[in-house]
């Protein structure tokens, strides 16, 4: 497992953007499969974006597609979700994942960060 801390939410209106950033303090990304998740109140748990560790290919919820684009910089020990044209329906913890398994299911997520609140308001 690695230790993942999440920076970057806050209040935002409707259209505004954010971008958030998670970083393994102290370790190389490099070779982990790194995914932002939300939680929305009152829901469960919902994958947002991931990008692999082999191909930096990659994959998004339809929800967000073309609004939200995720990258990493290994050399920082960095992923990044940059949030375009944000809605009030994007209001949630996002949280950042990260699993050595290449093209994992939610559940091959093993380390998880604290999570950070965005919110939208209309």
């Known amino acids: 497992q690695v230790r993942l801390v999440e920076s970057g939410g806050g209040l935002v209106q409707a259209g505004g953007s954010l971008k958030l950033s998670c970083v393994a303090p102290?370790?190389?990304?490099?070779?982990?499969?790194m995914a932002w998740f939300r939680r929305a109140p009152g829901k469960g748990r919902e994958f947002v974006a991931g990008?692999?560790?082999?191909?930096?290919?990659?994959t998004y919820a339809a929800f967000v597609r073309g609004r939200f684009t995720i990258f990493r910089d290994n050399a920082k020990n960095t992923v990044y979700l940059q949030m375009n044209g944000l809605k009030p329906d994007d209001t949630a913890v996002y949280y950042c994942?990260?699993?050595?398994?290449?093209?994992?299911?939610?559940?091959?997520?093993?380390?998880w960060g604290q999570g950070t609140q965005v919110t939208v308001s209309s």
């Open positions: 994942a990260a699993s050595q398994i290449v093209d994992p299911t939610p559940a091959g997520f093993d380390s």
């Open positions: 990008i692999r560790w082999t191909d930096s290919i990659t």
């Open positions: 102290g370790r190389a990304i490099g070779t982990y499969t």
